[in-house]
T-cell receptor, first 116, second 111 residues
Framework: NAGVTQTPKFQVLKTGQSMTLQCAQD?????MSWYRQDPGMGLRLIHY???????DQGEVPNGYNVSRSTTEDFPLRLLSAAPSQTSVYFC???????????????FGSGTRLTVV | ELKVEQNPLFLSMQEGKNYTIYCNYS?????LYWYRQDPGKSLESLFV???NGAVKQEGRLMASLDTKARLSTLHITAAVHDLSATYFC???????????WGAGTKLIIKP
């Protein structure tokens, strides 16, 4: 049982480049989300999805796109990387979204992204 | 808008001592979550507090929730070095599908 798998673990981009961070889960979780973690700021929600074909913006969505074509996969796309997007990115999933029935996330191992 | 504040943000303590981390939140939320993160690692769920007065304990850690005071505490009893980590609390914003996170408390326990 792999849980939540994120790739790559590390990435260096040049300003203006685009890339996709991959996230896959094998637990049949309906809810998936992307967070960024910056020092002293906790986790901030970028985008989330409550099921295949349904996505919505979180707290800090600018500069990022997502899609959810299958239950298992939830990739995060950086359209034109900027130094302000240097961060650690976590994918998280759960059976239910936060609210009734939510008992916490399963997190991936994270992607450390540096934009130069 | 829900805001979550943790304090202290940094705590250095000796093994064997007791201490408490506080998590205050600004608007109504009846669910509170605690996570642990080791350096360079992912986040691990510690406690899920689902109602007022909820208390959960695992080993040397005990978490409680007072929804009327909008306060959760994480109490460490007789700290050991292995508990060194960053601890996060998160509350659910009732109006949407989001968790709002505290900034984290970096805990260092010295032998």
């Amino acid at each position: 049982n792999a849980g939540v798998t994120q790739t790559p673990k590390f990435q260096v981009l040049k300003t203006g480049q685009s890339m996709t961070l991959q996230c896959a889960q094998d637990m049949n979780h309906e809810y998936m989300s992307w967070y960024r973690q910056d020092p002293g700021m906790g986790l901030r929600l970028i985008h989330y999805s409550v099921g295949a074909g349904i996505t919505d913006q979180g707290e800090v969505p600018n500069g990022y796109n997502v899609s959810r074509s299958t239950t298992e996969d939830f990739p995060l796309r950086l359209l034109s990387a900027a130094p302000s997007q240097t961060s650690v990115y976590f994918c998280a999933s759960s059976y239910s979204p936060p609210g009734t029935g939510f008992n916490g996330y399963t997190f991936g191992s994270g992607t450390r992204l540096t934009v130069v | 808008e829900l805001k979550v504040e943790q304090n202290p943000l940094f705590l250095s303590m000796q093994e064997g001592k007791n201490y408490t981390i506080y998590c205050n939140y600004s608007t109504t939320s009846d669910r509170l979550y605690w996570y642990r993160q080791d350096p360079g690692k992912s986040l691990e769920s510690l406690f899920v507090l689902l109602s007022n007065g909820a208390v959960k304990q695992e080993g040397r850690l005990m978490a409680s929730l007072d929804t009327k005071a909008r306060l959760s505490t994480l109490h460490i009893t007789a700290a050991v070095h292995d508990l060194s980590a960053t601890y996060f609390c998160a509350a659910h914003a009732d109006s949407n599908y989001q968790l709002i996170w505290g900034a984290g408390t970096k805990l260092i326990i010295k032998p």
